[in-house]
């Protein structure tokens, strides 16, 4: 398999495009080599939840090398390419580069945007990797925490107010995921505060939450997002966040924790290719995913503008992304054996958003779905798709925890000193009960 | 229970010996508060699987306030205390203070001394909480992935040698657990390299492994060591450590990945108390462990030096700290209820240190176990005293797991950016077979 005559196949990306690519490939004699900045694939659908302290990062993330040990045509490296030169067929990497690819996918995926203020981010951190969710998780634990300690209502008002900007399914999660935090999994354990006061508040720019998916979808997420009191701000934009809070046109939101679930921005990688982008910075590809006059490269998943054959575009969800890897990958070895190549075809197989417990949107098509089986729908296809029988046992094993107890198990605060928040660790003047300092 | 009335009760620190001073004060009409710069309690003993990749954090980590969730006379504050005003009765924080205590339990336990040589401790950092755990298994894992990149077989050698500093319990734990994930946890991961090509090289100061353990069970934890292809180096004292590796008096062992096990250095919040200190900086306290001339100021758990009443010293174990924790709070009890004090008598339950799959050491006072019984005894008593019963379903399934697989689940790289480590994420040159080129 090693021979160097075989040809070279450089797959830029472990998400789930670049996976499926490779496993596309396997038996085939290839050298094939996998390129990831991580040394894990991430199960990003729900990265949520590792946010919201529900499961571990080890739960929806494995390491790449283990997922492919069995395909001996495939090396995995860490590393993170930095450009592509399509006329010599190399990839550049902070350091060296490789030697020349026969061919190269490309599948690096999205990140978010901040609407022209990349400054947001420090106030309104994003959540696409695991040190994200891990920081979402350590503001949101510690805003309780300071809360406990505040002595003034209005400022613990103010930790006690998180906003979620953008309710797409990631948005919409969080939200209720945030909600469940202070509804249930922290009664009793505070002195001075009641986490049930907290406010959580959703924030969307378009008129309703969950805007890509059917609108009796929509009412229905708001419905039950409604029931678990989380305030909706719908056909309302962000004109400013900063450390106090978020501003809405005329109106002004106190709060010390703002997430960004709004928008999302193609891997910088794509403009070196000099490739026609969309105005996310997505590559706009060819019917067989190749990149124009490059039929080498291919480009796949979030990374990738693909158009369905009425016009439509592809959205940038799992379920394409391993569509369009596998593609790839199939379309290499049509090629190898002079097969001619075929245009790709999405398959919609429908959108699932869960809001809480037992609680749940799905739309597959001709039915929509919500409520308690939307849920149970989401549950099972997630646990099928996670990647790893072990995570699946471990998964599982967390959400009956958490289902059974309605706690949360990782509940952790871990990272750099509470100080660099601003937060400062101050004890409470005096014990006396709060609750009757409550406005 | 919040009457003013009631004596005030300042903790600091919710390790063993904090946590089960507040549970014996459980009932008591008192107002008790507990400070932890963290919001968790860590299950120490096992802080090495995390290290090792095979537990999660919050397997072995539970959040302070959930824990006395039940116990209504206490409150739960994050919160470092700087010093200490015996006189005036406060604690001084970073930010602030609290009102004056009426009694003060000091349980904030021990760090790592690099005896004088602090600049140690970033190449080989040491093991006390979970971001040091997180950042010895980014280490060891980023090793293996820079040693399949590179070319150089000195300098992949370099990378796949582990030097482990003190064969103490956690030294020796440490390097058993690094053993096993060269032998199987990686197996048919690497391309290039041979995981189980690895050194690991467990270095001590005196002539023994577990030099505080019975002759007969140093040498049993030798030999299980030494199957498992351990290098043991005694008798060795360390001159320096950089980052090419360790410098034992006439001896250069280059090395890339370090640990450090060795020295124990008390909290230097006993320096502010006045109080005499033994010369690893812990308090001499009296009998009934409360400081010279302060009966209101009680030490437990690391950070107190306890003379048994043969004059030697109680050991800085888990079981210690927990005795010590409970005598404290049991004697603000009986000074309550007007009944003189007793003094601490410290009951050795015997000591265990596991050294891998199916090996371990066991000092049972008159009966010295090793091997698959003593693992076995290890395993029920961890599990047994691991606080929460979420954390032992969690621990059971992640030990079943690794025991039926050899794998590891948690073997995840996160945190800052690889090339912070001086490791460049530089792909090889070329995908040439890699056995053929090792020395």
Known sequence: MESTKHPRVVILGGGFAGLYAVRALDGVPLRVTLFDRRNHHLFQPLLYQVASAALNPSDIATPIRSILRQQRNVSVFLGEATSIDPVGRKVHFRRGSVEPYDYLIIATGATHSYFGHPEWSQWAPGLKTIE????????????????????????????????????????????????????????????????????????????????????????????????????????????????????????????????????????????????????????????????????????????????????SKVPGVASAAIQEGKHAGRTIRRDLRGQARTPFRYRDKGSLATIGRAAAVADLGRFHLSGWIAWMAWLVIHIFFLIGFRNRVMVVTEWAWAYLTRRRGARLITGESDSELGIAPDPPPEMKPARAAEP
């Open 132 to 311: 994200d969710a891990l920081e979402i998780r350590r503001r949101v634990l510690l805003a309780y925490e300071s809360a406990e300690r505040e002595d003034d209502p209005a400022i613990r008002q103010e930790f006690l107010t998180f906003v979620v900007i953008g309710a797409g399914p990631t948005g919409v999660e969080l939200a209720g995921a945030f909600a469940e935090i202070a509804l249930h999994a922290m009664n009793r354990d505070f002195r001075r505060i009641d986490p049930s006061q907290a406010k959580i508040i959703l924030v969307e720019g378009l008129p309703r939450v969950l805007p890509s998916y059917p609108e009796d979808l929509s009412d229905k997420a708001r419905l039950q997002l409604e029931g678990m009191n989380v305030r909706i701000r719908t056909s309302s934009m962000v004109t400013s966040v900063d450390a106090g809070g978020v501003t809405l046109g005329e109106e002004r939101i106190s709060a010390r924790t703002v997430v960004w679930a709004a928008g999302v921005q193609a891997s910088s990688l794509a403009r070196s290719l000099g490739a026609p982008l969309d105005k996310a910075g997505r590559v706009i590809v060819e019917s067989d995913l190749s990149v124009p006059d490059h039929p080498e490269i291919f480009v796949a998943g979030d990374l990738a503008s693909v158009s369905n054959e009425d016009g």
